[in-house]
């Protein structure tokens, strides 16, 4: 079975301070982790993926198999950044996603 | 890129009826699937529509409550059958094409009273 969690509902920080937002995942062969982003009244959509290492608006994940963790860091919070952040896994062979509950983050000016 | 789009947006419906909610993609996509967001929960995978045969449904999800239809590559639609308010819920479809990335539409908001 696979499963995502993320352990935090709301992330409340302020403009320009450091945020990481958790992710743990179970799977027992190779993932492929994703972060997807719904900001207010907008459709979910696609952040980064851990296959491209790329940073997307200044965040990066790194997947750590040892922990089984893809956490999404940001160095300096950014007001419009405030949204929804799910982290979704999909594992070997499946096309489809498995969500975790998803972490509202809150960028306080 | 797909852009898909999702209709309706939302509705209010009475229990026991039905809901037919349709998928359109600008793009030819490898895979459709449908997804439900129950009010402050996760999305969950309800099943993956085939197109031109019966879709693949998930634990707890089953055909004749939620019967999927895919006629052709583009198109799909879930229909929430004999409604109960437990069904409330955001009804997300999904697709992906070949590199993997998975686009979503905006939703289908139905509240059952």
């Known amino acids: 079975a696979q499963r995502v969690t993320q352990p935090e509902k709301l992330l409340s920080v302020f403009k320009g301070a450091p945020v990481e937002l958790k992710c743990n995942y179970s799977?027992?062969?190779?993932?492929?982790l994703f972060w997807y982003v719904q900001y207010s009244r907008q459709r979910l959509q696609l952040l980064l993926r851990h296959i491209s290492r790329e940073s997307i608006k200044g965040f990066t994940a790194d997947l750590n198999k040892g922990e089984t963790s893809f956490h999404l860091k940001k160095p300096f919070a950014q007001e419009e950044d405030s949204a929804m952040y799910y982290c979704a896994l999909r594992g070997t062979g499946r096309r489809a996603l498995t969500f975790g509950s998803g972490t509202r983050l809150q960028v306080q000016p | 890129s797909a852009v898909i789009s999702q209709k309706p947006s939302r509705d209010i419906c009475q229990r026991g009826t039905s809901l037919t909610i349709q998928c359109q993609v600008d793009s030819q996509v490898t895979m459709m699937f449908w997804y439900r967001q129950q009010p402050g929960q996760s999305l969950t995978l309800i099943a993956t529509?085939?197109?031109?045969?019966?879709?693949?449904?998930e634990s707890g999800f089953v055909i004749d409550k939620f019967p999927i239809s895919r006629p052709n590559l583009t198109f799909s639609t879930l229909t929430v059958s004999n409604m109960s308010p437990e069904d409330s819920s955001i009804y997300l479809c999904s697709a992906t094409g070949s590199d993997t990335e998975a686009f979503f539409g905006q939703g289908t908001r139905l509240t059952v009273v």
């Open positions: 529509a085939n197109q031109g045969s019966e879709a693949t449904y």
């Open positions: 799977y027992s062969g190779s993932p492929e």
